[in-house]
């Protein structure tokens, strides 16, 4: 199927295009911007909005009720086409420290709902955010689970999921975790640093072992200090390492969000940690084995105020972080879709308006309300 896209504006990798130019849709995938469609061609007609590449949630637990830890398929569907009235069209569905039981059975679950596919936004693979943490930051994850890297375990996880694991964050001080991290990063699973202690030291031995992404920066792991820069300061000094960031202005504050673009640019990736109060009023709510509520937009575990995940969307922090930093619309805009793609090293699929990519896109207007949605290519309904 072929049709071409009139707009606006397209946000696209190195600009925002307002050239009333037509984008190529051609089986699913982007082509050429061109300045006039062939006759006769079907032609999408979005004169008064901007066209921007999907969003990519790279570490999201759930939402509108449902939780990746309630293991139905249900509940996978129902996170899949909430995710596309927010704009996400790619998503990795993220576990919580539990039981290597209780993990192996839900990626088993998992693997078979990517294998059979999913109605809206695509699961990217699965990221299993733990048990290989340590207490010290544990935040909303039950440390009764904690241990240390087992490649047996991990492999058994692996094998229900149908090798659909592609992210994995520990903690690096834990025993064993320097081989550990070297040999998925050889398999080519991302490794990702949080929950951690780690100094800064430690930290940048992960990183030398092939871990390249930090969880919610700021969030579960030893801060920033002038006499030991800690996880933070290892994600920070280590420019070519990927940081989750959280921008719902309460995991981090403003001025932080604006010194960490300073220094990580491009290598920010904008993720939500969201729970499944995510779309739903405030009230009481469980994330994973930890009663929850959540008050005036913030989450909060019952028994210790820890912040317990967001229920934030993946487009307001996309702009909180253009306002906050008063970067272009179409940078800002990146780092929910490009970054967290070149992050997960699938960069030449999707993330960006590129010619080849998969055309998922967001129809938006110049506030970011959305219009309408696409994923390869097909317009998807947002009334779910």
């Known amino acids: 199927m072929r049709y071409f896209i009139k707009a606006k504006g397209f946000l696209l990798e190195d600009r925002q295009e307002e050239s009333k130019k037509y984008l190529e849709v051609i089986d699913g995938k982007f082509g050429k911007l061109a300045d006039c469609p062939p006759?006769?061609?079907?032609?999408?007609?979005?004169?008064?909005?901007?066209?921007?590449?999907?969003?990519?949630?790279?570490?999201?637990?759930?939402?509108?009720?449902?939780?990746?830890?309630?293991?139905?398929?249900?509940?996978?569907?129902?996170?899949?086409?909430?995710?596309?009235?927010?704009?996400?069209?790619?998503?990795l569905p993220t576990t919580l420290t539990s039981s290597i039981k209780q993990l192996t059975e839900v990626s088993r679950k998992l693997g078979d709902a990517i294998e059979n596919g999913l109605d809206g936004a695509q699961p990217e693979g699965i990221y299993l955010e733990g048990p290989y943490f340590t207490p010290e930051h544990k935040g909303a994850q039950n440390p009764k689970y904690f241990s240390d890297p087992s490649l047996e375990d991990f492999q058994a996880i692996q094998e229900a999921s149908g090798h659909h694991v592609v992210k994995i964050a520990l903690a690096p001080e834990r025993k064993n975790a320097l081989s550990f991290i070297k040999k998925l990063s050889d398999e080519n699973i991302k490794v990702a640093l949080g929950h951690t202690d780690a100094d800064f030291h430690t930290a940048s031995k992960a990183v030398k072992a092939g871990a390249s992404i930090f969880v919610h920066l700021f969030n579960g792991m030893k801060g920033l200090h002038h006499r030991d820069p800690g996880t933070a300061g290892a994600c920070l000094l280590h420019g070519e390492t990927f940081a989750e960031l959280i921008c719902d202005g309460h995991h981090v504050c403003s001025e932080m969000v604006k010194l960490a673009y300073g220094v990580k640019k491009e290598h920010i990736t904008l993720i939500t940690d969201c729970m499944k109060a995510g779309l739903l009023p405030d009230g009481h709510y469980n994330l994973g084995e930890f009663p929850v509520i959540v008050q005036e937009g913030v989450a909060r575990t019952v028994n210790t105020g820890s912040l317990a995940g967001s229920v934030l969307k993946l487009i307001d922090g996309v702009k909180n972080i253009q306002r906050w930093t008063g970067i272009e619309n179409y940078q800002a805009w990146k780092l929910g879709s490009l970054a967290p793609a070149q992050s997960m090293g699938v960069q030449d699929r999707i993330g960006s308006i590129s010619e080849g990519k998969c055309a998922d896109f967001v129809v938006i207007d110049q506030d970011f309300n959305i219009y309408d949605v696409a994923v390869d290519g097909e317009l998807k309904s947002l009334d779910y």
């Open 39 to 91: 006759e006769g061609t079907e032609i999408l007609d979005y004169q008064d909005y901007f066209v921007a590449p999907g969003l990519f949630d790279t570490h999201i637990h759930g939402v509108n009720g449902a939780d990746v830890m309630d293991g139905t398929q249900e509940s996978f569907q129902t996170i899949s086409r909430s995710l596309l009235k927010i704009g996400v069209t790619r998503f």
